[in-house]
Each structure stands twice: as C-alpha cells, then as structure tokens.
C-alpha cells in the first residue's frame, strides 16, 4: 500500500521540482541591433534630482563603424522636442559593458519620468552594435521597451546615477542664474556680486557695532562717521538691488508689472490711477509674453535650454490681465 502510494506520487513531485527549477533560472536576454531606422527606445523614472548620465549596455560590431551612436532622452516616447542629444563615434565605444553618457543635469519634474531613446541612423545591419534587453524588470525602467517605435517584451538594461559632489551641486545652481541672461551674466559674475555683498555687509555690520561702542564722536568726526556710514548703506543697496533683479526673471518680482504700471502712470499723469479701471499697457503685456511670464509662472523654465522639459514654451497666452 505504502509503496503503490510513493510510486503514484513521484511523478507529480518530479514534475513540481522541474517547474520551480525553470521558473528560478534567469531568462536569457535578447541582444538587439540599432541600426537605421531601428532604435529601441526605454521609458523610465529617477525620482532623484540632477540625473547628469545614463549607462547603456552596448557591444560593438566586429566590422568597422564610422558612425555615430545618438542617445537622445525626451520627456516621453511622444514628446516632439529632445531635452538631451548625446552623439559618440561607435569606435570609441566600450564593448559588452556598461558605457556612461553624461550631460548636463535633468531639472526637478513633478512627474520625473523621462524616455530615453538609443539609435544609428548611419548604421546598417552589417555593422550594427547591440544593446542588451532583460527579459525581467530593470530598476528604474517603466512599462516596456519600444522597438521602432513598437511595444515589446522586456526592458533596456539602464543604470541611472548622478554626481553627489558639493561643488558639482554649486556648479548647477551657478548654471541655473545663467538662463535666459545677457552675456555678462556668467556663474562669475554672479559670485563676484555675491563675495562683494557678503564683503560690504561684514564690513557694514563691524563698524555699526564699533560706533555702538564707542562715544559719541567729537564734532569733527561727524562728518567722516556719516560719509562712511552712508557709503557702507548705498553700496550695500546698490549690489542688493543688481543681486536681486538679476536673479529674478523679468516681471517676476512680487507684483512687479503692477507697480510698474502705477510708476509709470504716475511719472507720465502726476497723479494716482483709479483702481477700478486702471489696466497693463499692451507693450507691457508684450514685453510679458516675450519673457515668457506665464509659463514661468506656471513653474515651468524661461526658454528651451537644459533644464526645461517643457514641450513648447510659448503655449500659453497672456492675457490682458487688469492692475
């Protein structure tokens, strides 16, 4: 009885042991070539800020390639504008390994799922290097990988990282003042003024605090006190003032196009304008959407450059809104 029981029972045993020694092998990933007009493509999240560089496993052809290798990331797989365009001779390659491409950092997103394109338009199929696509999920990836512009099984195997360093860190927030400014208004200009402001302030602060302590001046030091105190004041206000509308957009100071509409109705009528009717002049509204107002408003960045992910910068009118 016992062994008609066993002998009835190892088959499904053997059969349950080979299903879960299949099911724990890794699947084997599929190598694919990019080529012309076959690129793969990835869509994938780095919740992290900065994203400066992704890592593509890639293996170059065993024939020679004068071509380029273009990786561009986009928003999404739909998006029409490319936020990165990496170009890099398929010779200069690493092969069958990770290759990092680095770029300028990706701004903050609210949604920070971005899409990430691989492609060789110079490329044929004899001379094609591959990328690699897991059969099982890859950290950061979302949804699955796109071939010619086709869903299909599996993801591109991606690394995602960026540099922690504190003065990388510097580095990108001096970037970020250089959007959308004049020549002049480079990283070192910017650090100059804010060494100059820090400079004056010290220096202002030291000698409020001597005066404090000392006596009264004598009579004849009245006027040296007043002129040193004063210039310590009027410098201090006028790198401020540079600091402070340099930094900020154009018309994005707290209520910035009123108050300018009331100075100057003020400097053209000598007189007060009335509340309920009074309006932003048409050039002021101009100058408005050429800056980019509403879109900035919105918490969007002023132009295409390469922190923005914004599609088109300039799909929102401004309307003409009343003082």
């Known amino acids: 009885m016992r062994w008609s029981a066993l002998l009835l029972i190892w088959p499904v045993c053997l059969a349950a042991a080979i299903t879960q020694a299949g099911a724990q092998t890794p699947a084997t990933p599929e190598f694919v070539k990019v080529y012309g007009p076959h690129t793969v493509g990835q869509t994938f999240q780095y919740s992290a800020s900065n994203l400066d560089r992704i890592g593509l496993w890639v293996r170059k052809p065993a024939v020679a390639n004068h071509h380029d290798l273009v990786v561009r990331v986009r928003k999404s797989s739909s998006a029409r504008r490319d936020i990165v365009v990496i170009r890099t001779p398929v010779a200069s390659l690493a092969s069958g390994d990770i290759q990092w491409f680095r770029f300028r950092p990706l701004g903050d997103d609210e949604v920070p799922t971005f899409y990430v394109q691989v492609e060789s338009p110079g490329s044929t199929e004899a001379n094609a290097l591959v990328v690699k ?16 512009g086709v869903a299909r099984d599996g993801a591109l195997t991606i690394r995602l990282s960026t540099e922690r360093s504190i003065w990388t860190r510097i580095g990108y927030v001096l970037a970020r003042f250089e959007v959308d400014k004049p020549w002049f208004y480079d990283r070192y200009f910017f650090v100059t003024l804010f060494v100059g402001y820090v400079v004056l302030l010290v220096g202002f602060l030291r000698y409020t605090l001597r005066l404090l302590r000392e006596k009264s001046p004598q009579s004849g030091e009245t006027a040296d006190v ?25 018309w994005q100071a707290p209520d910035e196009p009123a108050h300018f509409a009331m100075i100057r109705y003020l400097a053209e009528h000598r007189t007060l304008p009335d509340v309920e009717t009074a309006q932003i002049d048409r050039d002021v509204l101009e100058s408005m959407d050429k800056a980019d107002y509403a879109v900035i408003l919105k918490g969007g960045r002023p132009r295409p450059d390469w922190q923005t992910w914004i599609e088109d910068p300039r799909d929102i009118s401004v309307l003409n809104a009343r003082a």
């Open 226 to 250: 007043s002129r040193t105190f004063m210039g310590y004041v009027i410098g201090l206000f006028i790198v401020r003032g540079i600091l402070y509308s340099s930094l900020f957009p154009a």
């Open 133 to 148: 696509v897991e059969r099982g999920p890859v950290a950061g990836t979302v949804g699955p990988v796109e071939m010619g």
